[in-house]
């Protein structure tokens, strides 16, 4: 089984990446993971980020961003930095939550 570093732990970067001026890599990372929250790689890339995948890095690149449907029922972890990510574009992108949101979900509005 191929673990490596935490997914949602490199989420941050890979948002800021997606939304920032300069690029973000994350290493440590296995592309090949069963983690969940790989998929902040797909969501980010579905959102317009370009994401760069060499080995055990990640580079997040700033792309035009567009709103986009995103199903976070099984990603919940990552719904802070996704919402962080949506809220600088332009049109509201649509987020499903998870149906029991964890704790930290509830300051998300106050944060935004």
Known sequence: MRWG???S???PGLGLGAVGGESVTVKGRDP???QGDKAV???LAQMGARLHITGDRVTA???PLRPTQIDA???PDLVPVLAAV???I???PTLTPAPRPPPRMHALPALL
């Open 61 to 63: 690149f700033h792309g």
């Open 73 to 75: 029922r099984d990603i």
């Open 41 to 43: 790689c797909d969501v």
């Open 5 to 7: 570093g935490a997914w």
């Open 32 to 34: 090949a993971s069963l």
């Open 9 to 11: 732990k490199a989420s």
């Open 90 to 92: 332009p049109r509201t």
């Open 86 to 88: 949506a809220a600088a």
